[in-house]
C-alpha cells in the first residue's frame, strides 16, 4: 500500500467530473507570457474571440453586453488578437501587469 | 450446448470476442491478425453480432476508437501484428493510464529487419511496460479462453487496466486446433456486463485524459501500478471461477509439465510450448529429468510464482522468442526478468537463455534437445558458462 496525501489526490485516471465553468484542477493561467487586452469602445461584439478561443477564455457577460476575459485559465496564445475584427484586442507583456504571472515562481 | 469445433486461433479469438457481445470493433488489416477482423466482419454482416464494425484508417485511429468506445461504456475489440502494433504505440499508455479496458488481440509478427511477416514476440513484448495486461496463449483453445479471461480481469473495477491478448502468428493464429465451444449462459455467468465507473455520457458530463500537471502525474503512474499490485488477487479469482464454469484446469500464473523429479526445465511461453513438451516427452523416454514452467500471464509479471516454480531445478534455459539489442543478457526479454525474480532466493537455479523461434523460425525438436544438452552441461560443470545461446548459431556448445 502506498499513502498519497490528501491535497496530492487524483481521482481514478484523472476523470474528472466534466467543468461546467471551470476545471479547478487544470490552471493553465500562469504558462502566460502575453495576455490579450481589450478596448471595450472598439468591440462590436462580433465573438469571434468567444468562438476560436482554444480555452474557453472569452466570454459573453449579456447583462453588462461585453466580452470577459478568464485570467485564471488565458494560456496567452492569442489568437483572439489575430482573430479579432476590430483590432479591440492587442497583446501585452504579463509582467507589465502588477498581477502578472511570476512564471518562475511556480513553472506549472 | 458447449460443441467442439477445430479453429485457427484468429477464428477462436473472434468466436470468443462474439461470446462476450463485443460492441465496437476497430480493425485496420495486416497479417497475420487480420483473420480475426475476416472472421468478426462476416459475423456482423451474417447479423450474428450486433457489433459496430469500424475500418480505421491504420493503427493509431484503431486504437483510438476502441479507446473512446470503451470510454463510452460499449465492450471493444481491436487487433494488428508487428509494425501495425508499434505503429499504435503512443496510445498505449494514455489507455493504461485513463483506466479504460479496452482489449486488443496481437498476433505476433517480427517488427520490420526490413518485411519480415514471420511470427516473433518482439512486437508486443515492446509495449509490456504500457500498464497493459498481457499474456500468450499456446493453442487456439487458450486464444479462445484468454479472451475472456481478460475481458473479466482487465473491466474489473478493482483492475480497470486494457489487456494485450497475444498469439503467435501462424503458429497459433493460423493452425487449426480443437477449440471446445461453451454455451452462452456458461460465458454470461463468466463475464458480467462491462461498466466503466465513470463512462462518457451527456446526461452526467466527465472529463476523461485531461491535460494534467506534473505534480499529479507521479499519482496517476502510482495508481497504474497499484493496479498492477491488485490484479494479481483478480486474476486468481476469475482463473477459479473460469474452471469452475468451463470445466477447465489453469493455474492463473505458471503451469508445469513434467517438473516433479526434473532437475532442469525450460522457461517458455507461447506457440513453442507445444514442442517442448514433446521434447520432453521424448527426452524423458531416454531418462533425462526434464520439465518446463509456461507463463501465462507477462504482466503483471507474477515475480513469486516464478520463483517457487524455478527454485526446484539446478539449470532452466529460458526460450526467447523476442530480443532485447544490447540487454543485460545480451539476448532477449524473458532472462532479464526471470533472474530478477530468483534473485533473493536463498539457493538459485542456473540460468541461461535460449534465441530461438525468431523472424517466424520454427523450433523444431533438435533444438529443445540441443538446449537440454546446454543446461545438463551446465549443472555438470556447475555454472553459467554464456546466458545467451543463439540455437543453431553457436560455434561451440
Known amino acids: ?108 | 450446448m458447449a460443441k467442439e469445433m477445430v479453429l485457427s486461433g484468429c477464428a477462436a479469438s473472434a468466436q470468443a470476442a462474439k461470446m462476450a457481445k463485443v460492441e465496437v470493433i476497430c480493425s485496420y488489416p495486416i497479417r497475420p491478425y487480420t483473420a480475426l477482423m475476416m472472421e468478426l466482419a462476416k459475423m456482423v454482416a451474417n447479423g450474428e453480432l450486433d457489433a459496430e464494425f469500424i475500418y480505421g484508417e491504420g493503427e493509431h485511429a484503431q486504437l483510438s476508437v476502441v479507446l473512446g468506445a470503451s470510454a463510452a461504456g460499449a465492450r471493444v475489440l481491436t487487433g494488428s501484428s508487428g509494425v501495425g502494433v508499434t505503429y499504435a504505440f503512443e496510445t498505449y499508455s494514455p489507455i493504461a493510464g485513463g483506466r479504460v479496458p479496452v482489449q486488443m488481440m496481437i498476433a505476433d509478427r517480427a517488427l520490420d529487419p526490413p518485411g519480415d511477416f514471420g511470427s516473433e514476440h518482439t512486437d508486443a513484448m515492446s509495449c509490456r511496460d504500457q500498464g497493459w495486461l498481457m499474456g500468450w496463449a499456446e493453442n487456439p483453445q487458450e486464444a479462445f479462453d484468454n479472451c475472456l479471461i481478460n475481458y473479466r480481469v482487465g473491466e474489473d473495477h478493482r483492475v480497470l487496466l486494457p489487456q494485450f491478448v497475444c498469439q503467435d502468428g501462424y503458429f497459433v493464429s493460423h493452425i487449426p486446433g480443437k477449440v471446445l465451444l461453451p454455451d452462452q449462459s456458461q460465458v454470461d455467468e463468466f463475464l458480467p456486463p462491462y461498466t466503466l465507473p465513470h463512462p462518457l455520457d451527456p446526461k452526467h458530463p466527465v472529463s476523461h485524459g485531461p491535460q494534467i500537471r506534473p505534480d499529479q502525474g507521479t499519482i496517476m503512474d502510482l495508481q497504474r501500478a497499484q493496479a498492477h499490485l491488485d490484479a494479481p488477487a483478480v486474476i486468481k479469482e476469475a482463473i477459479a471461477d473460469f474452471n469452475r464454469i468451463f470445466g477447465r484446469d489453469y493455474s492463473p500464473f505458471v503451469e508445469e509439465y513434467m517438473t516433479d523429479d526434473a532437475e532442469m526445465a525450460f522457461f517458455i511461453m507461447g506457440a513453442h510450448t507445444m514442442t517442448a513438451r514433446h521434447a520432453i516427452k521424448h527426452l524423458r523416454s531416454k531418462g533425462v529429468k526434464i520439465g518446463l514452467v509456461k507463463l501465462r500471464f507477462l504482466r503483471p509479471w507474477p515475480t513469486q510464482e516464478v520463483a517457487e516454480a524455478l527454485s526446484k531445478f539446478k539449470a532452466v534455459g529460458v526460450v526467447e522468442t523476442s530480443t532485447s539489442y544490447g540487454g543485460a543478457m545480451r539476448g532477449g526479454n524473458l532472462l532479464h526478468e526471470v533472474r530478477a525474480s530468483l534473485y533473493d532466493l536463498p539457493q538459485r537455479p542456473l540460468t541461461t537463455s535460449f534465441m530461438a523461434g525468431l523472424g517466424g523460425e520454427m523450433v523444431p525438436l533438435k533444438d529443445f534437445y540441443y538446449m537440454a544438452e546446454i543446461l545438463s552441461k551446465m549443472i555438470k560443470e556447475g555454472k553459467t558458462k554464456k546466458t545467451v545461446h543463439w540455437v543453431g548459431f553457436e560455434a561451440e556448445a
Open chain 1, 1 to 108: 500500500m502506498f499513502i498519497i496525501p490528501k491535497e496530492k489526490e487524483v481521482p481514478l485516471g484523472c476523470i474528472t467530473p466534466a467543468p461546467v465553468t471551470e476545471q479547478p484542477m487544470m490552471i493553465t493561467g500562469n504558462w502566460r507570457e502575453y495576455r490579450p487586452v481589450i478596448e471595450q469602445e472598439k468591440c462590436n461584439l462580433c465573438m469571434n474571440c468567444i468562438v476560436y478561443c482554444p480555452d474557453a477564455c472569452w466570454q459573453l457577460n449579456e447583462v453588462e453586453d461585453e466580452v470577459v476575459w478568464n485570467a485564471k485559465y488565458c494560456k496567452g496564445c492569442l489568437i483572439c488578437v489575430n482573430e479579432c475584427t476590430t483590432e479591440a484586442l492587442s497583446k501585452a507583456y504579463e509582467l507589465d501587469f502588477e498581477d502578472g504571472v511570476v512564471r518562475l515562481e511556480k513553472p506549472f
